[in-house]
């Protein structure tokens, strides 16, 4: 059931963002593709769940009194932290789709903080942030 309400939020933010970006405004052309970036976001976010088989967390026996042990060993291939006692039905979410994510957010604020700018000084020497209006007056 939440993936069917996750499903409807991408659609809902998506297509709200498709709608915006179709508009003649400037300032709801910026919204609309941060409101598509997250939508995006979301589905790479939610993409990144991965049952108990395959997780990014390695279990072992090598200390039986330590929740977490972290060791490197190049030998064997061994460079996480380990968890030990974890069934198989946990989920847990891949920790490269949070990182993906996390610097595809801080790209998308500063692309709209500068969109923003932009039709801020656009507005200031036009007076207006209607693409039509804008297009009529350069000629």
């Not at 499903?7 to 998506?14: E, G, H, K, N, Q």
């Amino acid at each position: 059931m939440t993936n069917v309400w996750l499903a409807l939020t991408i659609s809902v933010l998506f297509g709200i963002g498709v709608y915006l970006i179709l508009r003649r405004d400037i300032v709801k052309i910026a919204m609309g593709f941060g409101l598509m970036s997250h939508a995006i976001n979301l589905t790479i976010v939610s993409s990144g769940v991965l049952n108990g088989t395959l997780v990014p967390i390695l279990m072992s026996t090598i200390n039986e009194h330590a929740r977490f042990v972290f060791r490197d060993d190049y030998g064997e291939g061994i460079l996480a932290p380990i968890v030990e006692g974890i069934s198989e039905d946990y989920l847990f979410t891949d920790p490269l789709t949070q990182a993906l994510v996390l610097t595809a957010i801080v790209i998308s604020f500063a692309t709209t903080a500068i969109f923003l700018t932009l039709a801020y000084r656009i507005g200031e020497e036009y007076g207006t942030t209607d693409v039509d209006e804008l297009r009529r007056l350069r000629g």
